[in-house]
């Protein structure tokens, strides 16, 4: 992060300048002995510097990992059952009801981009996180207020007693109230963890490992934070106690926005970079007016700004890559740039070439990630439909068949540690690679193991339809038979999703890094979409004439084993596909000469602090 202009930037991103003119840090080096110059920088020291010496590491990091459990209980609070709620008490059909949950589920995060647009160029992510937090409670309030109200009679929706059908205005405030839950949890959350990464200096070595060590953690957290949900919670609300769930999900949120605002004075910021949209666009413009100049085939030829600072307020500078290369007509200078002033619509910086180019390599790669998600979406649809009719009775306990997304909870924990303790040592000494495997590695095994976890859901769904009884809506085959896929679905969110939101955070230029994070997020948004259109599509074509269909009201009646091989089949063949674009794929390459020039003028502020 180097806004060199940024009061709250760390020590890292503020730059010397100690003249009257650009010079060199040569030059800044000597004038640092001058007396009159070395007056000026204390007092820039004072005013920049000193009282940034202390702020974030990993004292307000563990305050905003608190935040992301507690925001999580919350809004699993409302989610993990919401597919039983739409059944039971607004009496959807199942099929339906599984729509409604992928189309709300996929615009939490879709709220993400929104979110990370704000966080990137206006607000900055502190004030983009507290903003989404209100309106994350307002949606709890609302919805608590509603469920106390409309659920009548009270008990109802347990799975025995019926709810009385609610009226337009009651359902219409409903989907207002969790719709803004989405909008307030989806633009909080990337967010959060890009600025949870920014509480480390990554010009330290021991901070950045801390960085990536804060991802594991922040998915770490956020299971956490849903295991009280999928167990205790599930539990009240499959009675009948919808109220009291929800109720407990406002009290956890409140508590996370008051925690997050506590440690205000404490946190490193960074400011917004401004809109990148329009930088994006210069470049393709700038490109497209320049289609039949030809690029020099020395890239020291293209344009850059002087010194250490990039053109984007805020950002590093990017090295030339030989991705995309029809892009870099847009830094190449003509003898009509160097007549007039310099028009970014006509003339872009590398860097500024290179942020553009960076956005579409990922998208192949993010691309891949969205049939993992719709694998991923259906343990909160059809795994808990699923679940609802096979036998959840241990002993005159009934078990709550959301609450079996326990055992995916539980193996994301244990896998989590599995990875950290064993894998990465190990696979470190094979490779050599310090995190033990790749960001892409690890994405490509989540893909393995999704598919699995499908294929484990498709056998379970068959042993199921064997056990059915005639005129009994459940199968007598236990639920339990549910947990391999429940635990191959944690699993490979370890490796998945904590490896897109390193990669999506590391290998985004510094002015969208919001953006990156929010990557991961629209990744789960675009699979609910898809999953739900993959719903409507396997419907209207199975379900003709007098066949049910394979995923009818009566799913003893349907095939939904061969929906979870249909999946299975999709992501194998997305396996091949990312295998392709993976290999492709080419990093980010920062200027490390800027970041070595930081490094020095970083020593001499610690020279001048000392003298302070």
Known sequence: MAAMDSVLNSTNQISLKVTDENISTGQAQAANKNNKDEKKLTSFIRKNLIHEKNKGGWKYA????????????????????????????????????ANNVSKWTGTVYMCSLI???????????????????????????LLSVLSFLMIKP??????????????????????????????????????????????FDESKPKERQSKTLFFCYFYFFLNVGSLFSNTILVYYEDSGKWTLGFLVSLASAVIALLSYLMGTPGYRYVKPCGNPLPRVAQVFIAAARKWNVVVPANSDELYEVAGPESAIKGSRKILHSNEIEFLDKAATITDNDLA?????????????????????????IWLCTIIYSVVF????????????????????????????????????????????????????????????????????????????????????????????????????????????Q??????????????????????APDGIKSFGSSLCMASISFGNYVSSLLVVMVMGITAKGDKPGWIPDDLNTGHMDRFYFLLAVLTAFDFVIYLICANWYKGINL??????????????????????
């Open 115 to 141: 979110g990370a647009f704000l966080s990137d160029s206006y607000w900055g992510r502190y004030l983009t996180c507290a903003v989404f937090q209100l309106i994350f409670v307002l949606g709890l309030v």
């Open 340 to 364: 007039g002033p310099k028009n970014p619509w006509k003339l872009c910086t590398v860097t500024q070439v290179e942020e553009a180019k960076c956005v579409l390599k990922m998208l192949p």
């Open 486 to 507: 429940y635990v191959l679905v944690g699993a490979s969110e370890v490796f998945m999703y904590v490896g897109q939101l390193e990669f999506f955070n590391g290998q």
């Open 591 to 612: 200027d490390e000469d800027s970041c070595e020039k930081e490094m020095e003028m970083k020593l001499d502020e610690d020279d001048v602090l000392r003298r302070v």
């Open 377 to 484: 979406t259906q343990m909160a649809s059809l795994f808990v439909e699923q679940g609802d009719v096979m036998n959840s009775h241990i002993g005159e306990f009934h078990l709550p068949a959301a609450s079996m997304s326990a055992f995916d909870i539980c193996s994301v924990l244990i896998c989590t540690g599995i990875y950290r303790k064993i894998l990465v040592p190990v696979a470190g000494k094979l490779n050599g690679n310090p995190k033990g495997l790749s960001e892409l590695q690890r994405m490509g095994i989540g893909l393995i193991i999704g598919m699995l976890a499908m294929i484990a859901a498709g056998a379970t769904e068959i042993q199921r339809l064997k056990y059915i009884s005639p005129g009994e809506k459940a199968s007598s085959l236990s639920i339990f038979w549910q947990i391999p």
């Open 154 to 199: 009270t008990g109802c929706g347990d799975g025995f007693i019926s709810c009385k059908p609610l009226s337009s205005i009651f359902a219409a405030i409903f989907y207002l109230s969790i719709y803004l839950i989405a909008f307030g949890y989806g633009g909080h959350q990337p967010t959060l963890a890009t600025f949870g990464a920014d509480q």
């Open 62 to 97: 563990s305050i905003l990992l608190a935040n992301q459990g507690l925001a999580t209980l919350a809004f699993f609070g409302v989610g993990v059952n919401l597919v039983l709620f739409l059944t039971r008490v607004l009496q959807q059909e199942n099929a339906n009801a």
